[in-house]
């Protein structure tokens, strides 16, 4: 089982843990509601279903959602370790390259992420004097971005490049603090503000003219929509990347909960309350919207720019500009993005910081601010330029839709199908957990899930082959697209060939549950603290 020559280099140090449960879960829900939440969500409900859309949304979250959810818990909590490790320890060398995988599916996204807080930041500053004036999609793409004809360049945007060094900063300095003091502190605050903040913004927006021809647009269920594969497909999408699975976070995450921890509970609370913050963004995004069709007298559905990007910086600056007291509305909406983005953000960059520190043994000052900043530095020459918003449209959909759901596949198959450790993951979750699971979970995520998400990988291959993403030029394409996927596997490739630093056997599994295989000789108790 172990791939280094080098024998383990001396006690190996104590994990970090959470302060308790609550630390875990705010963190965990920290991370799951992100812009996908805010800017995603509201507007594929519409396009799908309207309410009706809620009922492939809740069978999604029930079948494919929580099921991986708590498979990814079960690894982490149970093999102590980062994405690599973790895997490795239970499926051998090919698992800690699929694990090398996800943590470079969170390298790619760190890079972008931070530009897109880059962007809230500024537009937070923005609401105070409502800068874009009556034509925000010209302001955000002329004046703010510079968005060039070209492809790539390296003109750099100033209005861009200081509030993107300033979120890196930030970042690095939370990270740097440490997992109690950085990333479970930044979460016990930065939660229960934006949570206030968008209730405030959603009570708000209810009471503005408009707001139930709003309401009714986004809940009036169009049942025949059922019939369609689309629509399921983007349920379960949208439940998917919403829940932060499959690429190390939950993960990661799970293996810094104690050894004696109850896991699904706190799993069925990040699930729903993840959930729930997306239904509460569609009814504030909705009325607003409702009130921005009422003061141009024209339907919800002859709106543009309902979801993404330009439903944040174009949409919104425009709904904003038009309400009574639209500067604290405007901020608080951005403030909210910043929050919903850097408790995101925070979690990616943990993923790869805990992957090279359990395999290079470095400490967490030299992976924060050695690695950290050279990925800032790459961030900023990417997306610091009049070139960003092409660079960022086109990695975020490969990451996802390619990197993510092809990592869910392959995870699922490798450790349920090939390792067969369905089993004993099973019984760690009921054997610590209040809310037990069984042959159920057992078939959800090793047939239905691997199923339904091999189907939607397969049609969005198909569908990135068949026509240019964004009608980009297709060299452009392949090279920034397909390249980041190339980029990714060669990456994983030859970060499971490195050395590592500690032996990674060297670990204890607990609680002793039925269908565990046995552990190599080399497997002892030292290390078990980890």
Request: hydrophobic share 55%.
């Amino acid at each position: 089982m172990t791939q280094s020559a080098s024998p383990a280099a001396g006690a190996v140090p104590q994990r970090a843990e959470w302060t308790g449960q609550v630390g875990f879960i705010l963190s965990a829900v920290g991370s799951a509601v992100g812009l996908g939440n805010i800017w995603r969500f509201p507007g594929v409900a519409y396009e799908n279903g309207g309410g009706a859309f809620l009922i492939p949304y809740i069978v999604a979250l029930l079948t494919a959602g929580i099921p991986i959810l708590f498979l990814d818990y079960a690894i982490g909590h149970r093999f102590r370790g980062s994405a690599p490790l973790a895997l490795r320890r239970l499926a051998g060398r090919f698992g800690e390259g699929l694990g090398w995988f996800q943590v470079m599916i969170c390298v790619f996204i760190s890079l972008y992420y931070t530009a897109v807080l880059a962007w809230a930041l500024s537009f937070f500053v923005f609401s105070f004097d409502l800068r874009w004036g009556s034509d925000a999609a010209a302001f955000f793409t002329g004046d703010y971005l510079r968005v060039a004809g070209e492809p790539f360049t390296l003109d750099f945007v100033p209005g861009v490049l200081l509030p993107l060094v300033l979120m890196w900063v930030v970042t690095l300095g939370i990270l740097g603090a440490g997992v109690v003091k950085g990333v479970q502190r930044l979460n016990v605050i930065a939660v229960p503000l934006l949570v206030a903040g968008f209730l405030i913004l959603v009570v708000r927006a209810l009471f503005l003219p408009g707001a139930i021809d709003g309401l009714n647009a986004f809940f009036t269920p169009d049942f025949a929509a059922l019939g369609s594969p689309s629509v399921w497909v983007a349920a379960y999408s949208q439940v998917f990347f919403s829940l932060s699975v499959a690429f190390g976070i939950m993960l990661t995450y799970s293996s810094y909960r104690r050894r004696k921890s109850n896991l699904t509970g706190p799993g069925l609370v990040v699930a729903f309350g993840n959930s729930s913050f997306e239904v509460l963004a569609g009814i504030g995004v909705f009325a607003t919207l409702g009130f921005l069709a009422h003061q141009q007298s024209i339907a919800i559905a002859e709106l543009e720019g309902l979801t993404g990007v330009g439903l944040a910086f174009m949409t919104f600056p425009a709904i904003v500009a038009e309400m009574p007291g639209g500067q604290f509305f405007g901020a608080l909406f951005f403030g909210a993005l910043v929050l919903a983005g850097l408790t995101s953000l925070i979690s990616v960059m943990e993923v790869i910081l805990a992957a090279v520190t359990d395999k290079f043994g470095l400490s967490r000052a030299q992976a924060v601010y050695g690695l950290g900043g050279a990925l800032a530095v790459i961030s900023i020459v990417l997306f610091g330029t009049t070139s960003g918003l092409t660079a960022l449209d086109t990695i975020d959909n490969w990451a996802n839709n390619i990197g993510i759901v092809g990592s869910a596949v392959v995870m699922t198959i490798t450790v349920l199908w090939i390792r067969r450790a369905g089993t004993e993951l099973s019984g760690h979750l009921s054997m610590l957990s209040t809310f037990k699971v069984g042959r159920i979970w057992l078939f959800l995520v090793s047939v239905l899930g691997p199923v339904v998400l091999g189907y939607m990988l397969i049609a969005t291959v198909f569908g990135l082959l068949s026509e240019p993403y964004g009608g980009y030029d297709e060299t452009y394409l392949l090279i920034v697209g397909w390249g980041s996927v190339v980029l990714m596997i060669a990456g994983s490739l030859l970060l499971t060939l490195s050395p590592w630093r500690r032996d990674p056997a060297l670990f204890t599994v607990w609680p002793a549950v039925p269908g565990e295989r046995p552990r190599p000789a080399s497997a002892t108790t030292e290390g078990g603290a980890r």
